[in-house]
């Protein structure tokens, strides 16, 4: 697709803008929106996660990211529906996020309407049909095809490649809509880098991806608007690459590939499987479970020379982020293995292997010892 860059520039200097709530966006065709039970079969069809009602949220939460990224619909929606009487708008922030480090750009859109559906069905006091909508989203989001380079090329750009940061002048939203319509991602993210976390240039910045995405396709617009959106009902420092990144994908990339999103659709069988107990690999690093249990094994002598930081790292990025014959996003090797190296100061992506191999046993007899004596096993 080429867009016509006089056209492409009246559009910007027109100062067109998305309306601030962009719902009318994000209201796509129906397959895009989940659809969740009837409000009279909830009581019979559905089971009420009491199964894992025993987890704290944050545990919860590290497991429904796990289960979305290994394709496990069945298990991600149970630790859903036990998370939700927790933190019910936890879960709805959170999925955006999981739709954009694990499921690609395409997902974020969908995601986030689902997260303004059930506010909505929240305030009309349909709070269980809100649940299942929310937990069908989950579902489906464990159902489609994993892409975590909106996660990896935020790294990339910043760290990994030699090519030269572009040197910015008054020119620069020139430059990144020139990126956007070359398709240039890495280009692209490396000017957001520079500029669209800065107050005086992040309506600019904002403005040229909505242009380009509006040139692009509607679903192009719809991701910039919900990745957008998203960042403005506030976010954790580290989401915030990933947010715009894939607001850059979607740009990019639109057009360039499949031009819809892959139908999916969670079974009944998936929707109702009872589970009442976590894997132990959902737990690592951000939750207490996986902290004690790693500090078990550096202090019994057992982590083969690693500190707690460095084994906790090592679980996560070999374990967490991408277990074995997981698909591997385009720029994930390089910026794992020069976080691991640069970042954390474990070593590079082979040692860490090595290590992970030898360790792996050890690390999930430790987990699972430590869920038992926490009576969660």
């Not at 997981?326 to 640069?342: G, H, M, P, S, V």
Request: net charge positive; glycine share 6%; with cysteine.
């Amino acid at each position: 697709m080429v867009i016509d860059e006089k056209k492409l520039m009246s559009v910007l200097d027109s100062g067109v803008h998305a309306a601030d709530d962009p719902k009318h966006l994000l209201q796509g065709p129906a397959k895009y929106v989940p659809t969740p039970p009837e409000k009279e079969q909830l009581q019979h069809a559905v089971p009420t996660g009491d199964g894992l009602k025993r987890y704290h949220q944050s545990e919860l939460k590290s497991a429904i990211q796990k289960y979305v990224r290994r394709l496990m619909p069945g298990k991600a929606m149970a630790a859903a529906r036990a998370m939700w009487p927790k933190d019910a708008e936890g879960l709805m922030r959170r999925s955006v996020v999981i739709a954009a480090e694990d499921a690609g750009w395409r997902s974020i859109a969908p995601a986030f309407y689902a997260w303004r559906e059930a506010e909505r069905l929240i305030k009309e006091g349909q709070e269980d049909v809100a649940r299942e909508l929310m937990v069908t989203s989950i579902g489906e989001l464990a159902k489609r095809p994993k892409d975590r380079d909106t996660a990896a090329i935020w790294s990339a750009a910043k760290w990994c490649r030699k090519d030269p940061v572009p040197v910015l002048g008054d020119d620069w939203q020139k430059k990144l809509i020139d990126a956007l319509v070359d398709r240039d991602e890495l280009l692209a993210v490396k000017i957001a880098i520079q500029k669209a976390g800065k107050k005086e240039t992040k309506a600019a910045f904002w403005q040229a991806l909505r242009c380009v995405g509006a040139m692009r396709s509607i679903e192009a617009l719809r991701c910039v608007e919900a990745c957008k959106a998203r960042l403005n009902t506030g976010t954790r420092d580290a989401d915030i690459g990933t947010m715009v990144a894939a607001a850059i994908l979607g740009c990019c990339r639109s057009g360039n590939c499949e031009n819809e999103m892959p139908p999916t659709g969670v079974t009944a069988e998936e929707r109702t499987e009872h589970h009442d107990r976590l894997d132990w690999w959902t737990q690592d690093l951000h939750g207490f479970i996986g902290q004690r249990a790693v500090a078990k094994v550096v202090e019994e002598g057992k982590a083969e020379g690693l500190d707690a930081k460095a084994l906790g790292n090592v679980q996560f990025y070999l374990e967490s982020l991408f277990p074995e014959g997981a698909q591997k996003a385009k720029y994930y090797d390089e910026a794992a293995d020069w976080e691991l190296k640069n970042y954390w100061h474990v070593g590079d992506m082979k040692f860490c292997q090595e290590k992970w191999k030898k360790l792996r046993p050890i690390v999930q007899a430790a987990i699972e010892k430590a869920m038992a004596m926490a009576g969660k096993a």
